[in-house]
Nanobody, 122 residues
Framework: VQLQASGGGLVQAGGSLRLSCAAS????????MGWFRQAPGKEREFVAT????????YYADSVKGRFTISRDNAKNTVYLQMNSLKPEDTAVYYC????????????????WGQGTQVTVSS
C-alpha cells in the first residue's frame, strides 16, 4: 500500500483544514487507517484512527472534539477534518495504515505516507 497525503497549509488560529490521504491498491478497505503528527523537536504522536469499515474512530485527547477522521473506501481515501486549529497543532501530519488497528495505537503501522505540513499562526 502506498499512501499520499495532501491538504496541509498555513492557517490562522481558529481556522480549519482538511487533510486527505489517498491509498494505492485494491485492499484499502481491509486496513485500519490513522493520522500521526510530529512537531519540530518533538516525537511523532498519535492523532486519530479509524477502523476498516469507518464504523469506529479513536482520538488523542488533544484533538478530541476538534478533529474528525473519516474514510471513503470507494475512493481509497482517508480524511482528517481539523477545526478550531491552535498554534500547538503545527506539525507535519502523516497518514498510516495497518492490518491490525492495535498496531496504529502502538505507533507501529504497516505503512507510512509522506508528511504534509500544517502551520497554525497565532
Amino acid at each position: 500500500v502506498q499512501l499520499q497525503a495532501s491538504g496541509g497549509g498555513l492557517v490562522q488560529a481558529g481556522g480549519s483544514l482538511r487533510l486527505s490521504c489517498a491509498a494505492s491498491g485494491r485492499t484499502f478497505s481491509s486496513y485500519a487507517m490513522g493520522w500521526f503528527r510530529q512537531a519540530p523537536g518533538k516525537e511523532r504522536e498519535f492523532v486519530a484512527t479509524i477502523s476498516w469499515s469507518g464504523g469506529s474512530t479513536y482520538y488523542a485527547d488533544s484533538v478530541k472534539g476538534r478533529f474528525t477522521i473519516s474514510r471513503d473506501n470507494a475512493k481509497n481515501t482517508v480524511y482528517l477534518q481539523m477545526n478550531s486549529l491552535k498554534p500547538e497543532d503545527t506539525a507535519v501530519y502523516y497518514c498510516a495504515a495497518a492490518g491490525d488497528r492495535g498496531k496504529l495505537h502502538r505507533g507501529w503501522p504497516d505503512y507510512w505516507g509522506q508528511g504534509t505540513q500544517v502551520t497554525v499562526s497565532s
